[in-house]
């Protein structure tokens, strides 16, 4: 995002709304993601999160920072990643894949959150520059918190889609995948870093948002 600076897509005050609506999901959002995995984690029956302090929502227990960095220059990055036991679990490969998800669905809750706030910001008599940005600054927020349920949500290792995936393959085949961990997460890495997964991540995202706009559109049409 950083980059549309440089080359000139956007204005430089939208830029630093950006860095500060990306700075509200680092120090917020992630931690609530990893807090969600926790919780759930914790009530399906292991406290592996409560033991290791990641059962907070104290942003400095949950920062990765290359991770945050990702998300300032690209829009989607990751938090260090709550451990879980699923040996803990009465259920493991279901529990870990309601685990998994509870950080996804947390960043989904956010985006309806700061899209509901932008539609009742307008309501407000704010100066018509000023709700620009305010509004500019929401669907920031919502952007880069979809894009971070649907980049967790991609099913390779470690993200929480593979975990996800736990709960419809069968054993064999998912410790065959696993095997394989190290190798394909750098393969991944190198979709990343090419920009191959842009185009699909970009349009997933895109529908969500839709999706989520046309849901609060709705909400305060009845209301409103």
């Known amino acids: 995002m950083l980059s549309s600076l440089v080359s000139g897509q956007i204005d430089f005050l939208s830029a630093v709304i950006y860095i500060i609506s990306s700075l509200v999901v680092i120090f917020l959002t992630l931690p609530i993601h990893e807090f969600a995995h926790g919780y759930a984690a914790v009530k399906l029956g292991d406290n592996t999160p409560r033991w290791q302090g990641r059962l907070t929502l104290n942003p400095f227990a949950h920062i990765d920072y290359v991770g945050s960095l990702f998300i300032l220059l690209f829009g989607f990055g990751w938090a260090k990643p709550v451990q879980v036991n699923h040996y803990n679990f009465r259920h493991p490969k279901r529990d870990m894949a309601i685990t998994a998800f509870a950080g996804p669905l947390s960043n989904i809750i956010m985006a309806f959150i700061f899209n509901i706030l932008a539609y009742i910001l307008v309501l407000l008599p704010l100066n018509a520059t000023v709700l620009f940005y305010v509004i500019l600054f929401c669907q920031f927020v919502v952007r880069i918190?979809?894009?971070?349920?649907?980049?967790?949500?991609?099913?390779?290792?470690?993200?929480?889609?593979?975990?996800?995936?736990?709960a419809f393959l069968p054993d064999r085949t998912y410790y065959k995948i696993m095997q394989y961990e190290r190798y394909i997460y750098l393969g991944f890495l190198l979709l990343l870093f090419t920009d191959v997964l842009d185009l699909p991540i970009g349009y997933v995202s895109g529908v969500i948002i839709r999706f989520i706009d046309a849901v609060c559109s709705g909400i305060f049409s009845i209301f409103m």
Do not use: K, W
């Not at 918190?145 to 889609?161: C, S």
């Open 145 to 166: 918190n979809v894009t971070l349920a649907v980049f967790n949500l991609i099913p390779i290792p470690p993200l929480d889609g593979s975990r996800i995936l736990t």
